[in-house]
């Protein structure tokens, strides 16, 4: 990179060059530079060029003769910018001042800090300091800024955390009101699915699909948005399983809101013979990992108080506390080939997802020998949704991963995912599941992202048929890139990330695309207060 300026000292521009070290260095010799000297000497220049320019007689800053013309200045200061030999000691001082340690420099944020470049200017155009004055202040203003900057970073990623982990008011009530009903309301308690489509539960000639959630009013989207945009409801089978708390709400809701001609069953995990038979890998391991997690990470209120470590690492602590990462919800489907050993073939949904087609074509879908059919995530035209390979959620820092996986495969997405439960039953995939879990807790949580994916990605390597991305877009729940008439267009749009659609978080002009399968004029949803924005 190189300055370019005109001789008449009106007009700077950046013109591409040796590159910024080349350009810093200028006269000192075999210093040696760090980027975030380089971010103070770029800013240095940016101060000092516009103080120039908006001056018409100034000293100096190197307290030489004085210019009272920008002519003068433009042939004092040029030939140093352009990197011609210097007279002055201007960039030594500065130097100096910048490599200085941090705590050798006292930076207290008081009124006689410049708060914005504007006040600067006008400080250093009326003061006009020496060089070390001048590069003290810049310093200063910097990292007091920088400072501010942090906090509110923090204090950013705090709010997120407690307004994607709590829950809002608006559902606990639905969930109060539907316990009440499931008491007193005979409606709300009938069996389901009815007895006469309970055969239809193990019929492998229906389409099977799972859903696993503890939030009523998501798993009323799913099922709705899967209902009403499929070519053969009387076929579709909707197996929720949902935990003991959530049970008889969960029933209640779906009684009181049937989706005929389809077939919902509503289980709770207690309910499933394979999981009172004896130890549950998956449960262990959850048990212990939530022990780890609280030792290893802290409550927030520590985490937010850490002065030292990056915004970005607060926010990825504060990430763990999420209950979602220690919910059995998302650790179900590591289980599915125990759960319904009857059934050949299911297609898993998340809960944060909304159907926007027919999916029976999923089950023509040919996945050559392999288990899971799912979209994968680095190839696309939206570069920061589906650019995801193991390097984004695996450690490769850990010799154990690094040994095993390759940093630039391909990774795939949870969501949306047609598992074939009988070529799973050939394979060893949860066991390989539990132990890497168990491997990840004697690494104190080291080995990869939170979540449930990346020990997914482990698990089925090499057992994953690549399926058209048009079945599942994803993103929707943490960027607002992606627009309403690309959505529109997906067969399945997911919702991933914090902002999810029944959040006041939700991106607004994303939201209506799962909102259209909430009856905000239902009674339950009324009194709850739950509304389209």
């Known amino acids: 990179m190189q300055l370019h300026i005109s001789p008449s000292l009106r007009h700077v521009t950046l013109l591409p060059g040796k590159g910024v070290r080349e350009f810093i260095k200028v006269k000192a010799g075999s210093r040696k530079f760090s980027y975030r000297m380089v971010f103070y000497s770029l800013l240095f220049f940016t101060f000092l060029l516009r103080f120039v320019f908006v001056s018409t007689t100034v000293d100096p800053i190197d307290g030489e003769s004085k210019c009272s013309t920008i002519g003068c200045l433009g042939k004092k200061l040029g030939p140093r910018i352009l990197g011609r030999k210097m007279e002055s000691n201007v960039l030594e001082v500065m130097y100096e001042v910048l490599e200085e340690a941090a705590e050798e420099v006292e930076i207290k944020a008081g009124p006689e800090v410049p708060q914005s470049l504007e006040e600067f200017v006008a400080e250093m155009k009326e003061t006009r300091p020496d060089a070390r004055t001048f590069a003290t202040k810049l310093r200063t203003m910097v990292t007091v800024l920088e400072q501010r900057t942090r906090k509110a970073k923090i204090q950013e990623y705090l709010y997120r955390h407690v307004a994607s982990n709590s829950i809002p008011k608006q559902l606990h009530c639905l969930a109060l ?83 005929q001609p389809a077939i919902i069953e509503v289980k709770a995990l207690h309910q499933f013979d394979w999981f009172a038979k004896g130890k549950v890998p998956v449960l262990e391991a959850m048990e212990k990992d939530q022990k780890v997690r609280s030792q290893f990470r802290g409550g927030s209120s520590a985490i937010v108080a850490n002065n030292t470590e990056k915004p970005n690492v607060i926010a990825a602590k504060l990430q763990a506390l999420s209950p979602k990462y220690n919910s059995m919800m998302n650790h179900i489907r590591i289980h599915l080939p125990e759960l319904f050993p009857s059934l050949n073939k299911v297609v898993f949904l998340d809960d944060d997802i909304v159907i926007q087609t027919d999916l029976s074509a999923l089950w023509d879908i040919d996945l050559n020998g392999k288990v899971n059919g799912a979209v994968e995530t680095c190839r696309g035209e939206d570069k920061f949704v589906m650019s995801k390979k193991f390097k984004s959620y695996l450690n490769f820092s850990h010799p154990l991963i690094a040994k095993n996986f390759d940093p630039n495969e391909c990774a795939w997405a949870y969501g949306m995912n047609i598992f074939d439960l009988g070529a799973w039953r050939k394979t060893n995939i949860s066991n390989t599941y539990h132990y890497w879990l168990e491997e990840n807790l004697k690494s104190d949580l080291s080995l990869w992202q939170l979540g449930t994916l990346p020990p997914g990605l482990i698990a089925f390597h090499g057992h994953v048929h690549i399926i058209d991305p048009f079945w599942h877009m994803l993103g929707l729940g943490y960027q607002d890139n992606t627009s309403l008439a690309d959505a529109e267009t997906a067969g399945v749009i997911h919702f991933n990330g914090r902002a999810k659609p029944w959040l006041d978080i939700a991106f607004p002009q994303l939201r209506p695309l799962w909102a259209k399968y909430v009856n905000f004029s239902d009674k339950l949803i009324k009194s709850c207060n739950i509304r389209p924005s």
């Open 177 to 259: 009101k539907l316990a009440n009903e499931h008491s007193n309301n005979a409606a709300a308690r009938l069996q389901l699915p009815s007895p006469e489509c309970v055969p239809y539960l193990v019929d492998n000639s229906f389409f099977h699909f799972v859903l696993a959630s503890d939030n009523i009013l998501a798993a009323s989207v799913v099922a709705s948005s899967l209902v009403r945009n499929s070519l053969q409801p009387e076929r579709v089978v909707l197996h929720i399983i949902t935990d003991r708390k959530t049970y008889y709400p969960m029933q209640a809701w779906f009684s009181l809101h049937p989706l």
